[in-house]
């Protein structure tokens, strides 16, 4: 499956984006997706999942303002991003993993397929 992260730009603290990862070649529902960031000089992190059957994860660092959707019609995966903070600032990259890995949704090395990233910038 090939992944595409868009909708990252330049956003003031307090604000608001919409992360789109758009899926192709296999059957998307069979997937579950996962978000992850990482900014300059430090590793890359969780963010959220959503399994093939919605059901979701997140980070303690953004729950109550990030939700995870998605749209299997559409074969795309949402991160709604809410009440950012310039410590949001990084760069996205999603993530999908076939639906019968059992492995934490945290886990990163359990992906096999990674979009190519969009960034995130939150002003102070």
């Known amino acids: 499956v090939q992944l595409q992260a868009s909708g990252g730009g330049l956003v003031q603290a307090g604000g608001s984006l919409r992360l789109s990862c758009a899926a192709s070649?296999?059957?998307?529902?069979?997937?579950?997706v996962g978000w992850f960031r990482q900014a300059p000089g430090k590793e890359r992190e969780f963010v959220a999942a959503?399994?093939?059957?919605?059901?979701?994860d997140y980070a303690d660092s953004v729950k109550g303002r990030f939700t995870v959707s998605r749209d299997n019609a559409k074969n795309t995966v949402y991160l709604e991003m809410n009440s950012l903070k310039p410590e949001d600032t990084a760069v996205y990259y999603c993530?999908?993993?076939?639906?019968?890995?059992?492995?934490?949704?945290?886990?990163?090395?359990?992906?096999?397929?990674w979009g190519q990233g969009t960034q995130v910038t939150v002003s102070s």
């Open positions: 993530a999908a993993r076939d639906r019968t890995v059992r492995s934490a949704a945290s886990y990163a090395a359990s992906y096999n397929y």
């Open positions: 070649g296999r059957t998307f529902s069979n997937y579950a």
């Open positions: 959503i399994s093939w059957s919605g059901s979701t």
